[in-house]
């Protein structure tokens, strides 16, 4: 038996979970292991995640298998629909710059058998990174951006095609991406934000947090968009702060935060959990 997990979205309308089940068990023959569904009232919008084991055929594919005969329900219900087999790892890259404690985080989580993926490589525009790197056994690329961001880029994504990566985290890469590299990667880069977003944007919130007198700070991971800092929201976290703190202590404190958040994102990501949505997720658990 094989394992995989469905995720769709489409129009809520009634008989949607009996239709969906009815394929699986009578004539897909699966047997399924765990389902979780949400309703969007305001928007009439209807999600789900389904994970189940189904005996696959030799010489075909899950998508070939699946999605022939799952196609006239996806058409009739008018659906979005991803299915992925859970056996197969994801292939994540890494993008770092000076501050390493987000990606000491990941490669730690990810030795300890946290993250069902494969990271094949790490991108730095410093070299800061490169030392952890060769202590977990992972390449370190280092691409400097000194005023020849486009050409970074360029190779950054000969990298990515040449690693057959399928995500992109960045672990405080402190650089700007374009338009055109994130429209590439849409819902494929991963960011962590050190703030409770929307508040404080941009770069050095908590220096912002600082001056407005704040008595809660956060970190916020999210998909890249074009918009900085604007993309689909995944998780979040927060923790108290006081008058006494000065800007290094919500600086350390914060830490723990993105390492946190960032993490959880990311293994919701692989663990295929995730729908996204007029700008929102739809997390299950």
């Not at 006239?72 to 390493?100: D, N, T």
């Not at 960011?191 to 050095?204: Q, R």
């Not at 993309?231 to 935060?257: A, F, H, M, S």
């Amino acid at each position: 038996m094989t394992k995989a997990v469905l995720l769709l979205e489409c129009p809520d309308r009634k008989g949607l979970v009996a239709a969906i089940m009815t394929f699986l068990v009578s004539e897909f023959d699966a047997n399924i292991l765990h389902a979780g569904q949400h309703q969007d009232a305001e928007l009439g919008r209807f999600f789900m995640r389904v994970e189940f084991e189904y005996l696959a055929r030799e010489h075909e594919s899950l998508q070939q298998e699946f999605g022939a005969r799952f196609e006239r329900i996806a058409e009739e219900y008018a659906m979005r629909w991803q299915i992925a087999p859970s056996g197969r790892k994801l292939r994540v890259c890494l993008f770092v710059s000076q501050h390493l404690h987000c990606l000491a985080d990941l490669l730690q989580r990810y030795q300890a058998g946290e993250f069902e993926c494969e990271i094949p490589l790490i991108v730095g525009n410093h070299a800061d990174g490169q030392k952890l790197a060769e202590f977990y056994g992972v390449p370190f690329v280092l691409l400097p951006v000194k005023g020849n961001k486009a050409e970074v880029e360029a190779e950054q994504m000969r990298l990515l095609a040449e690693h057959r990566i399928d995500l992109v985290v960045l672990a405080r890469y402190m650089q700007i991406i374009s338009a055109e590299f994130v429209e590439q990667w849409k819902t494929k880069i991963i960011n962590v934000h050190h703030s409770f977003l929307p508040a404080f944007i941009g770069s050095k919130p908590y220096h912002a947090a600082f001056r407005r007198g704040v008595k809660l700070i956060g970190a916020t991971s999210h998909y890249v968009t074009a918009d900085l800092d604007e993309g689909p929201i995944i998780e979040q976290d927060v923790t108290r702060v006081t008058q006494g703190d000065t800007i290094p202590d919500l600086i350390r404190k914060g830490r723990d935060l993105e390492r946190v958040v960032l993490s959880r994102a990311v293994r919701w990501h692989l663990e295929h959990r995730i729908l996204h949505y007029e700008n929102k997720t739809v997390i299950f658990d």
